[in-house]
T-cell receptor, first 112, second 112 residues
């Protein structure tokens, strides 16, 4: 079983739709969770960073962590064509860990 | 904002050449990382460094070496480039454990 599973898509939605992106993981030691957005031919940029379970909201983006189910989500409200990108989840364990474990990314297209 | 600069966006090299990929960061971070990113395989860690002159192997170090002579600069070296090293190479940095990584915009290397 891979440590982090992420549906690669592609996912295509109409402009204005609510998008749900998800990752599951197997390592119960993970405590820090991140979502990155990567545009074509660019490096990943950090979107959301959360610790432990719960929700975090930033504008149109909401990150949700359910540690009991080992499941994290990123919701995008009122999706825009500029949201078209690949979204990567990432996570790390505590105890001074510097290394992240990444999902393989979900490619999202928002159609005008 | 953290700035991570990779010296080349695109490189084309021949099989057997020695290749240097350079990365510079401006945030005085101790920790620097080299990843490669391939379709269907996601991000894979090649090497990382916790301090000047320190280096640790990641998941796929074979065929690569690194150099960290100054805190702000981390170089990836392909001793004898091969076609299976054609990839997107991403440098990243972080200052603290369990903190997000900050990525450069990548170097797209093609080995012919």
């Amino acid at each position: 079983q891979k440590e982090v599973e992420q549906d690669p898509g592609p996912l295509s939605v109409p402009e204005g739709a609510i998008v749900s992106l998800n990752c599951t993981y197997s390592n119960s030691a993970f405590q820090y969770f991140m979502w990155y957005r990567q545009y074509s031919r660019k490096g990943p940029e950090l979107l959301m960073y959360t610790y432990s379970s719960g929700n975090k909201e930033d504008g149109r983006f909401t990150a949700q962590v359910d540690k009991s189910s080992k499941y994290i989500s990123l919701f995008i409200r009122d999706s825009q064509p500029s949201d078209s990108a690949t979204y990567l989840c990432a996570m790390s364990a505590g105890a001074g860990s510097y290394q992240l474990t990444f999902g393989k990314g979900t490619k999202l297209s928002v159609i005008p | 904002d953290v700035k991570v600069t990779q010296s080349s966006r695109y490189l084309v090299k021949r099989t057997g050449e020695k290749v240097f990929l350079e990365c510079v960061q401006d945030m005085d971070h101790e920790n620097m990382f080299w990843y490669r990113q391939d379709p269907g395989l996601g991000l894979r860690l090649i090497y990382f460094s916790y301090d000047v002159k320190m280096k640790e192997k990641g998941d796929i170090p074979e065929g690569y070496s690194v150099s960290r002579e100054k805190k702000e600069r981390f170089s990836l070296i392909l001793e004898s480039a091969s076609t299976n090293q054609t990839s997107m190479y991403l440098c990243a940095t972080t200052g603290q454990a369990n903190s997000p990584l900050h990525f450069g915009n990548g170097t797209r290397l093609t080995v012919t």
